[in-house]
């Protein structure tokens, strides 16, 4: 990061020197050269001087800044730098309210030495073509708002930034609601309340370099491989803190991060949308210093049951990890779906199959871990073998069975006094009767996790797994 900001920095002093005074822009150019460079200036300083220092004011970047913040230094090649808009309208037409670029910079450059592309709008054509990524650093209101909502992710910026159809004026004027922009389109509400944004950032500056971070998990098209970088972290470490985490109370909760960071290299787990549907974890991370994706039920939400929300967020990143090759790791804990009138009547059964879907069609390498409860319908969802997984584990803790003891025997013998929950759980909640039937290929420790997904993923890493043709399936959306 230190590195990062003293190159831009640099950049930034090389574009005001570029620019040059504002002053001198108003000269006439004698020669066709000398008006490009003039023309080149004026659009380097954008709206001028007093502009750029009001956006500075207000904690904020300028598009160029931003852009060269986020790629390497030298690297960007600007498109289209002298276009300008065409309307006559309302005084639109006057010198003084066109600018070069028609107010959007757009180009190619370099993230870490990869090859990256800023702005472009072709979003349903590009989709699972190339990862597309939107970050919001400024008010987004209408139409427009339906291109970050195209895009694989969107990242938004805290207190600066929003999202929304109608502003809080048109809302007051239909509605009659007293709302503010914050609480009708922040980063706030996109991240914990409508999922349509990914993950908020303090400042630009923080945004970007996270940007940069996050940038190094993704191949740069669909033909390319997950991406590899060199790994100090031992594929064959033993996670010995792993023996101890689930806790012997199957009623008691703990923590899906502290299994994940525990087992992937160096710690480092760029969570997706940890504010939103927090009863499943989704993420990048690397194994042996191959991206992988994590899905994972969170024990401490919910006790780690299946939702509408959930289930939405669950599918939607399977199927961008097997849109992009890379592999997926699931952590199961699950008691099942949520049970109530509102999750019927919300549609949980579509929306569940959404997540059964995306796991049973990708073709990427898929490796389950069962840490502890795989309940009914819920367990076939989690990436299970029944779903072409590839490899599937269970901890000693794990329980693979229609529901828990004490349901199941309430159910069994209708309210009877009986005894007979011990003896449910002395032949179902464990890993063996899955073991026996070829649900799970072993029961292994968890201390030894880490090695057996380090060495499935080399196994695996030749996988090729055809489907039948099709023009395109059809998830229950």
């Not at 913040?69 to 006559?88: A, K, T, W």
């Not at 999922?195 to 500056?205: K, S």
């Not at 997706?272 to 994706?293: D, L, Q």
């Not at 584990?393 to 006094?417: L, N, S």
């Amino acid at each position: 990061p230190a590195r990062d900001m003293a190159a831009a920095a640099a950049g930034l002093r090389a574009l005001r020197r570029a620019a040059g005074p504002w002053a001198a822009l108003g000269r006439r150019a004698s020669s066709v050269p000398a008006r490009i460079e003039e023309k080149r200036r004026a659009a380097l300083l954008g709206g001028g001087p007093r502009r750029i220092e009001a956006q500075h004011r207000r904690g904020k970047l300028t598009a160029r800044e931003r852009i060269l913040l986020l790629l390497d230094p030298d690297s960007f090649d600007e498109y289209d730098m002298f276009v300008e808009h065409r309307c006559s309208d309302f005084g639109m037409d006057a010198d003084e309210n066109k600018y070069f670029g028609d107010s959007v910079v757009t180009g190619r450059g370099r993230i870490n030495g990869r090859l990256a592309y800023v702005f472009s709008q072709r979003n349903v054509l590009c989709s699972g073509v190339v990862p597309q990524i939107s970050l919001i650093m400024g008010p987004c209101a209408g139409g427009a708002v339906y291109s970050p909502a195209l895009t694989d992710f969107t990242f938004m910026v805290k207190d600066t930034s929003y999202l929304f159809i109608t502003g809080p004026d048109v809302v007051k004027s239909v509605t009659n609601e007293d709302v503010t922009q914050e609480q009708l389109g922040g980063a706030k509400t996109h991240t914990a309340i409508s999922g349509v944004a990914h993950r908020a950032f303090e400042n630009d500056i923080d945004a970007l370099l996270n940007l940069r971070e996050f940038f190094n998990y993704l191949p740069l098209s669909n033909r390319d491989p997950a991406p590899v970088c060199e790994c100090h972290d031992s594929s064959d470490r033993l996670v010995p803190e792993l023996e101890t985490v689930v806790p012997m109370e199957s009623t008691k909760a703990y923590d899906m991060l502290d299994i994940i960071h525990a087992i992937v290299d160096e710690r480092e787990f760029f969570e997706i949308m940890p504010f939103y549907a927090r009863n499943i974890v989704v993420g990048f991370a690397r194994m042996n210093g191959r991206t992988v994706g994590i899905v994972g039920n969170q024990p401490k939400v919910a006790s780690g049951c299946l939702d509408i929300n959930s289930s939405v967020k669950g599918a939607r990143f399977v199927r961008f990890c097997d849109a992009f090759n890379i592999p997926l790791i699931t952590f199961v804990d699950v008691p099942g779906f949520l049970p109530g009138t509102s999750q019927e009547y919300g549609g949980i059964i579509r929306h569940g199959a959404k997540l059964l879907f995306a796991f049973a069609e990708a073709t990427v390498p898929k490796i389950t871990i069962i840490t502890r409860k795989a309940y009914g319908g819920a367990y076939d969802v989690m990436s299970s073998k029944h779903l072409r997984g590839d490899a599937n584990y269970a901890w000693p803790t794990a329980e693979v069975a229609v529901m828990g003891a004490k349901g199941a025997v309430q159910i069994i013998f209708r309210g009877k006094q009986t005894d007979a929950e011990a003896e449910y759980v002395n032949k179902f909640a464990n890993p063996f009767p899955a073991a026996m039937r070829g649900f799970v290929d072993d029961i292994i420790q968890p201390s030894t996790t880490r090695k057996r997904i380090c060495h499935d993923l080399d196994v695996l890493a030749s996988k090729a797994q055809s489907t039948p043709w099709k023009k395109h399936a059809n998830i229950p959306l």
